[in-house]
């Protein structure tokens, strides 16, 4: 069979092919550069809106590169990443507790699909006012009904929080730069830290309920749905100690309640059924662990009473209290701790660490805590004031200074906004460029001029602690909203 000869286009002819072929490249390179462009307005609008070792010895808690955010992975600019994340359904046992029966349950996520990332920029602050329920919507991927106090997480209440304890733009642009840093930083297997991961883990969670991200949230969902999950298939492991240990140590207590904190945080959010049992095993090892002064020792074992310990139980049970669960013995333990904060309460309205004493490291702790349940402004007026003289005379909040300690002033700045008036106007000018100011370049933060504390123990675990610690401080504008001031 003779062959087919293809008869030769003309130049004009190859001209007007070329034309026509090009015509739906530039009709495709316009609607993804169009994509891109509204992406990237979406979050700029929603910014304007919206340890190895725990040592508690004298409250010290704990443990103790080049340009902005490091590049994203390169992504062809037609296509938006999807990660996949199915879940395995644990079985979940019943720990040794006589308060609580639990039950198997069933789990499943949903998981966004990761968004493009742009570059972050410090938005304008006469925009923080102009939230709507629109971007609230777009922020709560997945939240469930708010308790009054965390409403400041997203939208409009975000904004007018953000606006009201005058927080600056640049410290929300660092709270997304810490954000990015433990997202690229997050184990494979969902946890932070090399070492003490119950507690790491908890942490970096709670900072990212802080800022209003869920499971279902676009930039951080698979990142939340990694977290929780491994929570919640490894204390399903340990029946419920979220230390994920067989045993509660010394650094393990404070881990146990850290990780409970950030769990009943979560279940507030979301309503999440898979997480509410063994939220109910973690809070029953509190409850029955809480000693006869009403406080807690390490490895729960009730011979003496610890504040630094204490604070991260009485944390974990305001966040039961909040979700709405009605776990028994919850608010009994909260009113019994707080008994026992009065008990180590010093003269000048301080509090100590296992005896009546004016601690300057414990004092926010004593009162935040306090704040949280049911305390009297005017009753804690006394500490406050020396707590802010005591800091007064060491210079405020000097990150580099040798005095620095991040676990104090984590409670300290809490306890300041929840007060209110001017103990929050002198700490607010004091911590808040300090923190922001010392971030490194990767969105980490670095090692304090502070001695003694574990927090600046080399390693990744150690920086996860910094880093969470800080994001934490500064999330304090919207985090949780101040109840009892006058």
Not at 9 to 28: D, G, W, Y
């Amino acid at each position: 069979m003779d062959a087919i000869i293809e008869p030769q286009e003309t130049a004009a002819q190859k001209f007007q092919k070329k034309l026509a072929e090009s015509r739906f490249f530039f009709m495709s390179f316009t609607i993804h550069v169009l994509i891109v462009v509204f992406g990237g307005s979406i979050v700029l609008f929603r910014m304007a809106m919206e340890p190895p070792d725990f040592v508690a010895e004298g409250g010290d808690g704990l443990i103790a590169p080049a340009n902005d955010l490091p590049p994203a992975n390169e992504q062809p600019q037609d296509s938006v990443p999807t990660e996949s994340f199915t879940p395995p359904t644990p079985t979940l046992n019943s720990p040794t507790v006589d308060i609580l029966s639990t039950t198997s349950n069933t789990n499943s996520f949903k998981v966004a699909p990761a968004a493009v990332k742009v570059n972050i920029q410090s938005p304008d602050t006469a925009n923080l006012a102009k939230a709507t329920g629109q971007v609230a919507r777009g922020l709560s991927g997945g939240l469930g009904s708010l308790p009054g106090t965390m409403r400041g997480r997203v939208g409009s209440g975000k904004a007018a929080a953000m606006a009201q304890n005058k927080m600056k733009t640049g410290s929300e642009a660092a709270v997304l730069r810490g954000l990015e840093w433990l997202r690229l930083n997050q184990n494979a297997n969902g946890s932070w830290g090399d070492q003490n991961t119950g507690g790491m883990t908890g942490f970096a969670l709670l900072c990212f309920l802080g800022h209003g991200e869920t499971a279902e949230s676009a930039q951080y969902g698979v990142t939340v749905a990694k977290a929780v999950q491994w929570i919640l298939d490894t204390g399903t492991k340990y029946q419920g100690r979220l230390s994920m240990d067989d045993n509660f140590t010394q650094p393990g207590v404070y881990e146990h309640g850290i990780c409970a904190y950030a769990l009943g945080e979560y279940y507030t959010m979301t309503k999440d059924e898979r997480v509410m049992e063994l939220f109910k095993q973690a809070m029953g090892h509190i409850i029955q662990g809480q000693g006869p002064d009403g406080g807690w020792m390490y490895g729960f074992d009730k011979t003496q009473s610890d504040t630094s310990v204490s604070g991260w139980q009485i944390q974990a049970l305001k966040a039961a209290h909040l979700s709405g669960l009605k776990i028994p013995g919850t608010d009994e333990a909260l009113d019994r701790a707080m008994k026992n904060l009065e008990r180590v309460k010093g003269n000048n309205g301080g509090y100590g660490y296992r005896n009546a004493q004016d601690k300057y490291s414990l004092t926010g702790v004593g009162i935040l805590c306090s704040l949280f349940w049911k305390g009297d402004r005017g009753d804690l007026r006394k500490g406050m004031d020396w707590l802010i003289d005591t800091a007064e005379k060491e210079g405020g909040v000097k990150y580099k200074g040798d005095k620095a300690d991040l676990y104090a002033w984590y409670y300290h700045t809490q306890a300041c906004l929840m007060f209110g008036g001017a103990a929050w106007q002198k700490w607010n000018r004091w911590f808040q460029d300090e923190i922001v100011q010392n971030q490194s370049p990767d969105g980490s933060w670095p090692v304090t001029g502070g001695k003694g504390h574990k927090e600046n123990d080399a390693g990744k675990t150690a920086q996860v602690y910094r880093t969470t610690l800080c994001i934490l401080m500064l999330e304090v504008f919207y985090r949780y909203m101040p109840t009892n001031r006058e």
